[in-house]
């Protein structure tokens, strides 16, 4: 009879998963277990480590929406802002029978996960799990938190997010003026981009750094949403433990306020780097 894997183990065969994005098979053989334990315990060990982290990825109260609002003032010369909301397609092998629900725009299958992002790069929100066929705006329709948001009682008074086009209008959730606007809608336009960015530059380091999210993902669709999930909660575990090591100067945007630039983060080339989709695919069949 084998010895039981020691718990240690499993972290480090999860985290090479999560962090590199091999395939089950690769991994049996780095690490010397059975394909079928991997399948069994990657699941679990995501579990135990958002169960572990789980406070570092909660709806914030009145007060930390208040904390935002003040970080999006100080940083991003936007205030009343509580946050940045985007969505961004993880493509996924499509379950059978599903027909072109889990078709995107882009022409692969996917997950959507959206997230409200606040003025630190951190998670604040995330709901996984949208059909991929599903447009920014109609999985906003369809987010967990938008009836809260339609009455009024998430945010505090006056407060708002920030979003791009794809979502609708609305008293609490701000877009950019489109066409040629006026001066003062220019720098409201400007600022505007400054605070929305962050959204964007959050997702380019979580799929940077946890590499499984760039390739096709060919697992069962609980275990997918479970995946995610916990990379979500340990980039911003990371990011409050160990900002300058998970984002070292100059891996996310930043302005030149002599020149007047934005400088593009290191994620970005990162991103590039990484195999093409149509090339590389993580097959844990």
Known sequence: MRDAIPARVKLEV?????????????????????????SKFIPEVCDVMYEALDEYLQVPDNREWEDIQVGFHHRWNFPGCCGAIDGKHVVIQAPPNCGSEYYNYK??????????VDHDYCFKYVDIGSYGRNSDGGVFQAFSL???LENGSLLPEGGFLVGDDAFPLKTYLLKRYPN????????????????????????????SRFRVLALPIQLQEETAIKMIRT????????????LHTYT???????????????????WRSEINALPSIARSRINNR
């Open 146 to 148: 938008y009836p809260v």
């Open 107 to 116: 022409g692969t299958n996917s997950l959507v996960l959206l997230a409200v």
């Open 248 to 266: 070292p100067p100059g891996s996310i945007d930043y302005e030149d306020i002599v020149n007047f630039t934005t400088n593009l983060g290191t």
């Open 14 to 38: 999860t985290l090479c998963f999560l962090s590199s994005g091999i395939s089950y098979r690769l991994l049996a053989i780095f690490f010397r277990i059975s394909k079928s334990s991997i």
């Open 231 to 242: 990379t979500c909660v340990l980039h911003n575990w990371l990011r409050k433990s160990s």
């Open 180 to 207: 040629e606007p006026t001066i003062v809608e220019k720098i409201y336009n400007y600022r505007f981009t400054r605070a929305r960015r962050i959204v964007e530059n959050a997702f380019g380091i979580l799929v």
